[in-house]
């Protein structure tokens, strides 16, 4: 899950893994997997970043994250 800002400056937790584009026109339009689109105020690279980063956390052997045991 990702934390991103609506254009409404609401935050919102996305499921990253029902992402399936992101686009910058110019604004960030992420389109999920049902179709749905999200406009939100992120530029696609910290997008990607933030997914990036969630992937390797839970991807991460369990006894290795910090603070967890």
Request: aromatic share 2%.
């Amino acid at each position: 899950m990702i934390k991103v800002t609506t254009l409404d400056k609401r935050e919102i937790i996305l499921n990253a893994e029902l992402i399936e584009r992101i686009e910058s026109v110019p604004e960030t339009v992420i389109t999920l997997t049902s179709g749905k689109k999200i406009l939100v105020t992120q530029t696609a690279e910290e997008i990607m970043e933030r997914v990036i980063a969630y992937r390797r956390l839970i991807l991460q052997p369990v006894d290795s994250r910090d603070g967890v045991n």
